[in-house]
C-alpha cells in the first residue's frame, strides 16, 4: 500500500490545519491507521490511530482533546484534523498502515507502510 499524505503547512499558535493521507488501494479500509511526527532532533511519536473499521480512536496525550483521526473509506483516505496548534506541534507528520491488523496501536514498530511525510510548522 503506497500513501500519501497532504495538507502540511504554516499556521499561528491557536490555529488549524487538517492532513489527509491518501492510499493507493481500497484494501487500505480494512486496516488500522496511524499518525505520528518527528520533531527535529527528536524520535519518531506516535500521534494518533483508529482501527479498521472506525470505531476505537487512541491519542497520544500532547494531543488529546485537540487532534482528531478519521477516515473515509469512499476516498481510501484517513485524515488528522489539529486544532489549538502549539509551536511544540511543529514537526513533520508521516500517516502509516498496520498491513493485516484491525486494531490500533502506539508503537511504530506496529506499522508496515508510510507516507512520506508533511511538514507542519507552528509559529509562536
Known amino acids: 500500500v503506497q500513501l500519501q499524505a497532504f495538507g502540511g503547512g504554516l499556521v499561528q499558535a491557536g490555529g488549524s490545519l487538517g492532513l489527509s493521507c491518501a492510499a493507493s488501494?481500497?484494501?487500505?479500509?480494512?486496516?488500522?491507521k496511524g499518525w505520528f511526527r518527528q520533531a527535529p532532533g527528536k524520535e519518531r511519536e506516535f500521534v494518533a490511530a483508529?482501527?479498521?473499521?472506525?470505531?476505537?480512536?487512541s491519542y497520544a496525550d500532547s494531543v488529546k482533546g485537540r487532534f482528531t483521526i478519521f477516515r473515509d473509506n469512499a476516498k481510501n483516505t484517513v485524515y488528522l484534523q489539529m486544532n489549538s496548534l502549539k509551536p511544540e506541534d511543529t514537526a513533520v507528520y508521516y500517516c502509516?498502515?498496520?498491513?493485516?491488523?484491525?486494531?490500533?496501536?502506539?508503537?511504530?514498530?506496529?506499522?508496515?507502510?508510510w507516507g512520506q511525510g508533511t511538514l507542519v510548522t507552528v509559529s509562536s
Open positions: 488501494e481500497s484494501t487500505f479500509n480494512r486496516y488500522a
Open positions: 483508529i482501527n479498521a473499521i472506525g470505531t476505537m480512536t
Open positions: 502509516a498502515v498496520r498491513k493485516g491488523r484491525l486494531s490500533v496501536a502506539t508503537s511504530r514498530n506496529e506499522y508496515d507502510s
